[in-house]
């Protein structure tokens, strides 16, 4: 015996035995020996083929006796008289998948030498094997929930999409879709019906043609549109507007931004970058509404990372600090206490105020930090302030709505108690009713934990915005600071504003608050807030924002170091 498949004399096979089991074979097989055409080029000629091979390849080929007639017939990718020549001369060769047109399925060519003499050649029909490793592809690029392409699947065709778009002359549009308000729905019905959102806002989207509109999910609540073919802005717009009327007629409603290749970017980066600032700009302007992107949005937005970068770079650098302004009981004249207020100055771009850095650093996130800042800043002061001047007053601290909304807010506020040695009822936490807009009961329920702890809750800028009368009932306050717009206004002849804010403060003084007017410039609003019986007075009259050495001193003893609109005049 040479070999495990050599078999015995007994057992020899005659041609035709040979035949049969050739033929039984499923894959189709060639057998092929090289040889010199009469033109004088090398190929290869068909020995043998077997039947699947004339079922499956095609009956045409049996009009065929040569290798370079294959290119012709079967596939032009396929380098079958190089394929042979390796296999003859015994140098390894990879498989060869193709498609065929003729038989519409995919083949994987593999090529065997024997002896020298003849070469093998089975080409093996491998379409349900592509097609099933397709469909587990597909499963790893669908979303479970809408059956839609995910993002993944955005990300494998976008290359696609814009090389086709360039290739046609046509520009793609990507609408970004981020719903509206998907947080409340999923507070206030759950999260069942924030799913059936997502359903039926991929089965809108499905309504679409696909070979017009397609559609991935691309996480949490935003959804992507690649709208193909384009000629102009004039269609993508078209598009998209009949895609936020569809979603308006089953009242869901939608953010977008969109961004267009090749007109805003070529690189599929910067196109998904681009929808989402102008997504995050039609948020901004009050939602349900479809954004196009503008070279300037970017300009923000590279300004705003600079900010960023810069207000890092303020923590670190302690360009950052506090200025505390004094509040006074009106009609005694006794100090109250402080407010802690930030300021900012920056060696390149000069002071930058509260009003301009505040509300970037809520939108970057970085007021996480900042306010973190604030806290141990003001803290340590206060302690300070007790242990050295014996000050029995109130730290006001102004609270962002996003630092209340950290599930650690309360245990931070319990550490910095613990780690400055504080009693808890000198310190005020400044709000606004900003912290009532995303989820109020959760809100109160923190107010409510302050409270308890022993802080003291002060509600700010009552008198701006929504202010509503009825937050008062439902939060949890000890004091009401009346904007300086109201303020503003007492003294103005006709008393609409003055009646309304003596109102205000005989109602909120019979619910047990504390009053506390801002921005008290001149000493007749002063008079008319002593008459309507208002507690405290905080304005630059009787006392401006100032640095803590100025604050220590005054506390200290030395009257003159408070700085006012009053002391400033003598
Ligand atoms: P706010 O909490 O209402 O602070 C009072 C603002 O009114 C302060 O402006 C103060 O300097 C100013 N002010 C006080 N009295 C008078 C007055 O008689 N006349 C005039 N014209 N203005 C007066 P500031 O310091 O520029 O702060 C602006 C806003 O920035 C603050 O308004 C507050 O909303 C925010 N802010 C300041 N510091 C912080 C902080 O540490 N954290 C947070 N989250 N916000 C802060
Ligand atoms: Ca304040
Ligand atoms: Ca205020």
Not at 15 to 42: E, H
Not at 154 to 182: E, P, R, W
Request: hydrophobic share 40%; charged share 25%; net charge negative.
């Amino acid at each position: 015996m040479k070999n495990s498949a050599a078999v015995s004399d007994s057992t020899t096979l005659n041609q035709k035995d040979f035949m049969s089991i050739m033929n039984s074979i499923f894959s189709p097989l060639i057998v092929a020996r090289p040889i010199i055409l009469p033109q004088g080029q090398k190929d290869f000629e068909l020995v043998f083929f077997n039947e699947a091979f004339s079922r499956t390849v095609s009956k045409t080929i049996l009009k065929f006796h040569y290798f370079h007639e294959f290119k012709a017939l079967l596939s032009t990718e396929v380098p079958w008289n190089d394929m042979a020549d390796k296999a003859i001369n015994k140098i390894p060769c990879e498989p060869v998948t193709y498609f065929s047109d003729l038989s519409n399925g995919w083949f994987r060519v593999q090529m065997k030498g024997m002896d020298g003499k003849y070469i093998v050649v089975n080409i093996e029909n491998i379409t349900k094997e592509r097609e099933h490793s397709k469909k587990l592809l597909d499963t790893a690029y669908i979303d479970i929930l809408t059956g839609l392409y995910n993002r993944n699947k955005f990300l494998d065709d976008i290359a696609d999409l814009t090389a086709q778009a360039q290739f046609n002359g046509t520009k793609l549009g990507l609408l970004l879709i981020d719903i509206d308000n998907m947080k409340i729905i999923n507070d206030y019905n759950g999260h069942t019906a924030g799913d059936e959102v997502l359903k039926k806002s991929a089965e809108i989207l499905n309504r679409f043609s696909k070979n017009i509109i397609k559609a991935y999910r691309f996480g949490g609540d935003e959804f992507l549109l690649a709208i193909k073919n384009c000629s102009s802005m004039d269609s993508i717009t078209n598009v998209c507007d009949t895609v936020f009327e569809s979603f308006n007629s089953e009242q869901i409603k939608f953010s977008g931004g969109i961004a267009v290749y090749p007109d805003d970017s070529e690189e599929p980066e910067d196109l998904l970058r681009f929808t989402d600032i102008a997504m995050r700009r039609a948020k901004k302007d009050g939602k349900n509404r479809i954004t196009n992107f503008k070279p300037e949005m970017q300009r923000v937005f590279i300004q705003k990372l600079n900010m960023q970068a810069k207000m890092s770079a303020a923590l670190l650098n302690s360009d950052f600090y506090l200025v505390y302004q004094p509040q006074f009981d009106i009609k005694t004249g006794d100090l109250r206490g402080f407010e802690a207020l930030m300021r900012w100055h920056d060696k390149e771009l000069g002071d930058i105020g509260p009003a301009i850095f505040i509300p970037l650093a809520e939108e970057t996130g970085m007021i996480l930090e900042i306010g973190d800042w604030v806290l141990n800043t003001a803290f340590c002061t206060l302690k300070n302030w007790q242990q050295k001047y014996s000050f029995k007053g109130i730290m006001s601290i102004n609270i962002s709505p996003m630092q209340l909304k950290q599930p650690n807010f309360i245990e931070n506020i319990r550490n910095l108690l613990i780690k400055y040695n504080l009693n808890p009822d000198a310190v005020e936490i400044e709000i606004t009713e900003g912290i009532m807009i995303e989820n109020m009961n959760e809100a109160i329920e923190k107010l409510n934990s302050l409270k308890n702890i022993g802080l003291s809750i002060s509600l700010d800028d009552f008198g701006t915005g929504y202010s509503s009368l009825s937050y008062l009932q439902v939060l949890p306050l000890n004091t009401l600071k009346i904007d300086k717009s109201f303020i503003t206004g007492i003294t103005e002849k006709n008393g609409i504003q003055a009646n309304i804010t003596n109102s205000i403060i005989t109602m909120v003084t019979k619910m047990g608050l504390q009053t506390i007017a801002e921005g008290v410039e001149k000493n007749e609003q002063l008079q008319i807030l002593k008459e309507f019986n208002c507690h405290i007075v905080q304005g630059f009259l009787r006392g401006k924002p100032m640095l803590e050495q100025n604050c220590a001193a005054y506390l200290g003893g030395k009257k003159s170091a408070l700085i006012s609109l009053e002391t400033e005049k003598s």
